[in-house]
């Protein structure tokens, strides 16, 4: 069982930056794993921030994302993060990752950012 975990989550100020993590929860991530993440603003369909590969850290964003948003991930400690920088009140919303391993993707509960002005 694959259980993709968020964390960091929180209220931040209008122009602040956050990172969120996602780890497995009671696992770990291995050779040919994808990370993405999304986010879903209330009455919003969700939106793909980006994606990461574990082993080869080769990394795509969604254009709409490119430049603000970096996604990251680290062997030893076992976890990807996004780094987001300047976030504004519309981006108020659940933040996901889910991880897709041999052609199954396993969704994480996410992690609410609120963002005040």
């Known amino acids: 069982q694959v259980q993709p975990a968020e964390s960091g989550g929180g209220v931040v100020q209008a122009g602040d930056s956050l990172t969120l993590s996602c780890s497995v929860s009671?696992?770990?991530?291995?050779?040919?794993?994808?990370v993405a993440w999304y986010r879903q603003a209330p009455g919003k369909e969700r939106e793909v921030i980006g994606t990461?590969?574990?082993?080869?850290?080769?990394?795509h964003y969604a254009d709409s994302m490119r430049g603000r948003f970096t996604i990251y991930r680290n062997y030893h400690e076992n976890r990807a993060w996004v780094h987001m920088n300047g976030l504004q009140p519309e981006e108020a919303a659940i933040y996901s990752c889910?991880?897709?391993?041999?052609?199954?993707?396993?969704w994480g509960q996410g992690t609410k950012v609120t963002v005040s002005s």
């Open positions: 990461i590969t574990w082993d080869a850290g080769s990394r």
């Open positions: 009671g696992g770990t991530f291995v050779g040919d794993d994808m």
């Open positions: 889910d991880v897709r391993r041999e052609s199954v993707v396993y």
